[in-house]
């Protein structure tokens, strides 16, 4: 089945440009040096209707639906529960509320970790007790190490992040990790006859909780992708001029970049 891939945002955790920043990479004037929070967009046609998965809702989510003009999202799969990958979380309220006039809500898949930090943080939205009317109509869905959502299959690929473990996901011929520091070897291979991979790489400087450049380029070797694309970048990192060091299959991935994708049923 084919999907679309598409990336809502690329950049750390403080975006690019970082506030009160004067560098190179936060005053270029290449757009491609200007990162949102890191997030995916997953797009295919399950015989019913266009589908709309993401891949975590992090701060920037309002801007990226309205760039990417997404009137509904269908289901969210959260990798973990840090603010760049979940504050976008309220905004899904709008699109919600389509969703439940049709009679439902959004599942979030999360990891009990991540379920936890969703509850405490949205109280509002998840206890008992919430009686706010204009919450967002979302559910927290277990993720367990294969999810059939609409059609395609989503697995879990965990991985480390600093001591946390957290989740990546496979669909189809494609992966997202992100945030990684250590991909343990039956993560691996999960990893295996892949078409792309994304991976998270930092800066060059090491990081105890985030890869740098050349840690994701031996992982992509080892993981032998067609193609590998960077996210999750920080500053210290100009597109054209990283890119321009990359082996040819691996590059810097930017906001807005798409394409086609193969995905795959619950079946194969
Ligand atoms: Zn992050
Ligand atoms: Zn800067
Ligand atoms: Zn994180």
Known sequence: MEGRLTFLGTGTSMGVPTLGCGCAVCTSADPRDRRLRPSVLLQWHDGMRDRVVLIDTGPDFREQALRNKLTRVDAVFYTHGHADHIFGLD?????????????GHIPLYASPETEETL???????????????????????????????FGVDF???????????????????????????????E???LLEGLDHVVLSALRHKPHPSHATVEQA?????RIGAKHTWLTHIAHELG?????????????MA?????FPIEL????A
């Open 91 to 103: 905004d899904l309220r709008p699109l919600s509320f389509t969703v439940f006039r049709e009679g």
């Open 119 to 149: 509850r405490r943080i949205y109280d509002y939205t998840f206890s008992p007790k919430a009686t706010y009317p204009n919450r967002p109509r979302v559910h927290i869905e277990p993720l367990h190490e294969r999810v059939c959502v």
């Open 155 to 185: 697995k879990r690929v965990p991985v480390l992040h600093g001591q946390q473990e957290i989740c990546g996901f496979r669909f189809g011929r494609v992966a997202y990790l992100t945030d990684v520091s250590a991909i343990p070897d």
């Open 187 to 189: 993560s691996f291979a």
């Open 217 to 221: 380029v031996e992982w992509a070797r």
């Open 239 to 251: 597109h054209e001029e990283t890119n321009s060091k990359l082996p040819e299959n691996i590059r």
């Open 254 to 258: 930017y906001d807005g970049l798409s």
């Open 264 to 267: 795959e049923g619950a079946s």
